[in-house]
């Protein structure tokens, strides 16, 4: 490890649940803001929402795939330490790391099906 090694963290991290009781999470897409403890899911939507219940703090967006075409999306909140009105500013700050994951995983699967191509 050296005199160089440092404990720190990112400040956006995915929850995996994957442990000896199996894969809690499995198919779900729950992102962390470290620093202020916030947790938010991201769920694909359609035309109808698939929340109705009010008392949940959620926030829907546009993703522009690499095909062009917009896929509509659900950020909600689980959890987080901070007051509603930061609480706002994290979540676009959820939503731009999200998108920038689904950039990398869109262009991972180009690069995959380029080299089976080939």
């Given at each position: 490890?050296?005199?160089d090694f440092?404990?720190t963290?990112?400040?956006?991290?995915?929850?995996?649940?994957?442990?000896?009781?199996?894969?809690?999470l499995?198919?779900?897409?729950?992102?962390?803001?470290?620093l202020?403890?916030?947790l938010?899911?991201?769920f694909p939507?359609?035309?109808?929402?698939?929340f109705?219940?009010?008392?949940?703090?959620m926030?829907?967006f546009?993703?522009?795939?690499?095909?062009g075409?917009?896929?509509?999306?659900?950020?909600?909140v689980?959890?987080?330490?901070?007051?509603d009105?930061?609480?706002?500013?994290?979540e676009d700050?959820?939503i731009?790391f999200?998108?920038?994951?689904?950039d990398?995983?869109?262009?991972s699967l180009?690069?995959?099906?380029?080299?089976?191509?080939n």
């Amino acid at each position: 490890m050296g005199n160089d090694f440092a404990l720190t963290l990112p400040e956006w991290a995915f929850l995996d649940g994957n442990s000896h009781l199996g894969d809690m999470l499995e198919g779900r897409n729950v992102l962390q803001h470290l620093l202020s403890y916030t947790l938010v899911e991201f769920f694909p939507i359609g035309e109808d929402p698939i929340f109705e219940n009010q008392d949940i703090k959620m926030k829907s967006f546009l993703y522009r795939n690499i095909f062009g075409e917009n896929e509509k999306h659900l950020l909600i909140v689980h959890f987080s330490l901070i007051e509603d009105t930061e609480l706002e500013e994290i979540e676009d700050m959820a939503i731009e790391f999200y998108k920038q994951y689904m950039d990398w995983e869109d262009n991972s699967l180009l690069i995959e099906e380029a080299s089976k191509e080939n």
